[in-house]
């Protein structure tokens, strides 16, 4: 079983809905919850992190941690054309070492204007 | 500056070339990557530097030589390589070696494909 399990989609979407993406995990050891946003050609950039259980939202973007189920989700509201992107999530057990950093195979999103 | 710049973009060399991947910032980081990314797949770990000085290798074949000349540079020398190692490599730096890190910034990858 990996240790990270991520839907590679392909999603596509209008622009305006609303963007559900989504992780599954087994280490329940985990603490560190981050999603990245990749578009192509280029490499990974940090959207956001969470530590622990529960939200955190910034902009149009919502991290959820739900650690009871090992299950962590992204919102994107309002989504634009210029969200299409793969989205990448990662978790870690701690922030001292990249070493610790685990992927997800990545999500491609499509936002058909 | 706040960007992580690789070079070459793109690279074909054969199974007996000797090449080099180059990496360079200038945000006064002291913590530096090299990721290898398959298609599809998401970025592997290679080595971590870290003030200088190769803190975590992944078990990454001998073939792949890390070398960090000083605090703004990374290079990965490429020996030998084999055609299943054609892949994105990825630079990225951060300040300090945390993956919480929001300042962490990946450089746009260089393209090798082995003949």
């Known amino acids: 079983q990996k240790e990270v399990e991520q839907d590679p989609g392909p999603l596509s979407v209008p622009e305006g809905a609303i963007v559900s993406l989504n992780c599954t995990y087994s280490?329940?050891?985990?603490?560190?919850f981050m999603w990245y946003r990749q578009y192509s050609r280029k490499g990974p950039e940090l959207l956001m992190y969470?530590?622990?259980?529960g939200n955190k939202e910034d902009g149009r973007f919502t991290a959820q941690v739900d650690k009871s189920s090992k299950y962590i989700s992204l919102f994107i509201r309002d989504s634009q054309p210029s969200d299409s992107a793969t989205y990448l999530c990662?978790?870690?057990?701690?922030?001292?070492?990249?070493?610790?950093?685990?992927f997800g195979t990545g999500t491609r999103l499509t936002v058909i204007p | 500056d706040t960007e992580v710049t690789q070079t070459p973009k793109h690279l074909v060399m054969g199974m007996t070339n000797k090449k080099s991947l180059k990496c360079e910032q200038h945000?006064?980081?002291?913590?530096m990557y090299w990721y290898k990314q398959k298609a599809k797949k998401p970025p592997e770990l290679m080595f971590v530097?870290?003030?200088?000085?190769?803190?975590i290798n992944e078990s990454v074949p001998s073939r792949f030589s890390p070398e960090c000349p000083n605090s703004s540079l990374l290079n990965l020398h490429l020996h030998a390589l084999q055609p299943e190692d054609s892949a994105l490599y990825l630079c990225?730096?951060?300040?300090?070696?945390?993956?919480?890190?929001?300042?962490?910034?990946f450089g746009q990858g260089t393209r090798l494909t082995v003949v």
């Open positions: 969470t530590y622990s259980s």
């Open positions: 945000m006064g980081h002291r913590a």
């Open positions: 990225a730096s951060s300040q300090v070696v945390s993956v919480l890190n929001t300042e962490a910034f």
């Open positions: 530097y870290s003030y200088e000085k190769l803190s």
């Open positions: 990662a978790m870690s057990v701690d922030q001292t070492g990249a070493n610790n950093l685990f």
């Open positions: 280490n329940s050891a985990f603490q560190y």
